[in-house]
């Protein structure tokens, strides 16, 4: 039979991010030497009290449906991570656990965005929102930002894209791919451009949250006021800063209504979240934090060397991200140069895929980041591994003509 997909399917790519560490794998698994940098996940094992409350639940028999949206206990403890946290304080209501942070985000552009609503997705940024919004119907309105202004949007940038049909801004602070984070006087200033136009609502990924160095505080908009709470949906999960990214459990805080549609549409796609992944996050929101101190010094101390390294190649030069755990280092300089056998690099893809070709590392393109002339590197992989991947970047980078 001819296969015809229904029209929406055009409107989407496979992701870049998923794609590259699966050519990756294909290496490793023939036996070669990859030095990965394509993980968006922490190396680090989930800790322990988490993994042990997950046993426990499934030796108390957790393991039938639990309310779509989740179960009343985690919602209750999202809750309370969110009074302690951000000094907010929602009612399960205004909280849905979803099968992570992706899933919370198809979910809100599933219920807000239609034909001919746009959304302002400032550049470089993650790769799935543009693809998200475009497959609900509505049209990215991607933005780019400045490597001077650590990747941040400004105000009269924001001023500039927004339009009659601006439906959604998009702030994710840490910034994946480029670490780039808001301080609280930038995010204040966009907030008094949006001021004038109260009808955009804000979707604040913080995913990153707990990941900040440098001593950068994490600021969400959501906090200003009780207005701004009304009009920001929050999006957060236990991906990257539990290290939980196999457990698939991600939620969002947002006005009663919304949540309440959001839940509609996930009582008739996925059903609730897995009720063992739940239980764990239980424990893992109200437990103990310390690990994360650990945790965040050793991605500090990998970034200051991958960031040390990569300015010292030549045609590289990389930004200090303040957060997240990616360098996000410009290439340009190695763009028109030819390689040993004969080719010529003329962009980031090329550039990713002599890298992982001809020397046996792995990155990924800024390209599908909606940033030519840059690539991405996530320093969540042991020191030894980044000393080695950069070893090899180099002696590629400098045997360019
Ligand atoms: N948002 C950002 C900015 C991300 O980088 C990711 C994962 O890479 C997610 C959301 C979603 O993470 P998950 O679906 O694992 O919770």
Redesign the pocket.
């Known amino acids: 039979m001819k296969l015809k997909l229904a029209s929406r399917n055009a409107r989407i790519q496979p992701s870049a991010?998923l794609a590259i560490t699966a050519k990756a794998n294909e290496l490793k698994a023939k036996g070669i030497d990859v030095v990965g940098f394509g993980a968006?996940e922490p190396d680090f094992d989930t800790p322990d009290h988490i993994k042990q409350a997950a046993k426990t639940a499934l030796d108390k028999g957790q393991t039938k449906y639990t309310p779509v949206g989740g179960t009343k206990e985690l919602k209750e403890t999202v809750c309370a991570k969110f009074r302690r946290d951000y000094g907010l304080d929602y009612t399960p209501a205004e909280i849905l656990i979803s099968v992570?942070?992706?899933?919370?985000?198809f979910n809100i552009f599933m219920a807000l965005v239609e034909e001919g609503d746009e959304v302002i997705i400032p550049a470089p940024y993650?790769v799935?929102y543009p693809e998200m919004v475009a497959f609900c119907g509505g049209t990215p309105v991607c933005v780019p930002t400045k490597e001077s202004n650590g990747f941040c949007m400004t105000p009269a940038e924001l001023e500039a894209a927004i339009t009659p049909r601006t439906k959604i801004f998009i702030l994710?602070s840490p910034?994946?791919p480029t670490g780039g984070m808001y301080s609280e006087e930038h995010i204040r200033a966009l907030a008094a451009v949006l001021e004038k136009h109260p009808d955009i609502w804000i979707v604040s990924?913080d995913?990153?949250e707990k990941l900040t160095y440098d001593g950068m505080r994490f600021f969400s908009i959501a906090t200003i006021s009780p207005a701004w709470k009304a009009r920001t949906i929050v999006?957060n999960?236990?991906?990257?800063a539990y290290s939980m990214?196999g457990w698939?459990?991600?939620f969002t805080a947002a006005p009663k209504d919304l949540t309440s549609a959001m839940d509609t549409i996930q009582g008739q796609s996925t059903s609730n979240p897995t009720s063992i992944a739940q239980a764990a996050s239980v424990a893992g929101l109200s437990g103990d934090h310390s690990f994360l101190t650990a945790w965040v010094a050793e991605f500090d101390r990998r970034r200051r060397y991958i960031v040390e390294r990569l300015n010292r190649i030549p045609g590289i030069s990389c930004f200090t991200p303040k957060g997240?755990f990616y360098a996000f280092p410009n290439i340009s300089g190695l763009l028109g140069k030819k390689t040993p056998s004969g080719k010529t690099l003329t962009d980031s893809m090329g550039v990713a895929a002599w890298l992982i070709e001809e020397h046996n590392v792995a990155v990924v393109p800024g390209a599908p980041f909606g940033a030519e002339g840059f690539m991405r590197l996530s320093y969540a992989t042991s020191m030894e591994q980044i000393t080695k991947g950069l070893d090899r970047i180099e002696t590629a980078a400098k045997s360019l003509k």
């Open positions: 991010t968006g992570g942070g992706k899933h919370s985000l993650w799935s994710n910034s994946n990924d995913i990153y999006c999960g236990m991906s990257k990214t698939r459990i991600g997240a």
